[in-house]
Structures are given as structure tokens and as C-alpha cells.
């Protein structure tokens, strides 16, 4: 499995938000553990299958390239 580190300022729906961009491209998430960390922080894990990896990197970094909070970090 692949993972991926997700944290940013936290807000109702940021982890939805970035599942349901994943699955729009139809990438399965094996697990997730998302917390809130305090001072409207989040952090997330996320899993993918090994073959997701790959699209799984480039839709995050495309999402937080074109994020305009420069502070939501995927």
C-alpha cells in the first residue's frame, strides 16, 4: 500500500472533499485516519492500493497547486 501524509486548516468537509476526488478518477482508498489537531489543524493518512500510487501523487499535487488557501497542504 501507499500512503500519503494530508494536513491543512481544518474545515467541515476537507477530508470528503479530497476522497471524493479521488474516487471521481477511480481510485479506491484502502484506510484513512483523519484527526482534528488542534488550532483548526488537521492531519490525515491515507492509503491507496499499489497501482494508485502514481495518479493518486499527481491528483494531490495538482489539487494543492491549485488550492488558493496556500496553507492546505495534501
Wanted: glycine content about 12%; hydrophobic content about 45%.
Amino acid at each position: 500500500k501507499g500512503a500519503f501524509l494530508i494536513q491543512g486548516d481544518d474545515c467541515t468537509g476537507v477530508i470528503a472533499d479530497i476522497t471524493n476526488s479521488l474516487a471521481g478518477v477511480g481510485i479506491n482508498i484502502t484506510a484513512v485516519h483523519a484527526l482534528a489537531a488542534g488550532n483548526g489543524r488537521y492531519g490525515a493518512m491515507l492509503w491507496v492500493k499499489p497501482g494508485d500510487v502514481s495518479k493518486a501523487a499527481r491528483l494531490l499535487l495538482d489539487a494543492q497547486t491549485a488550492s488558493k488557501a496556500p496553507s492546505h497542504n495534501l
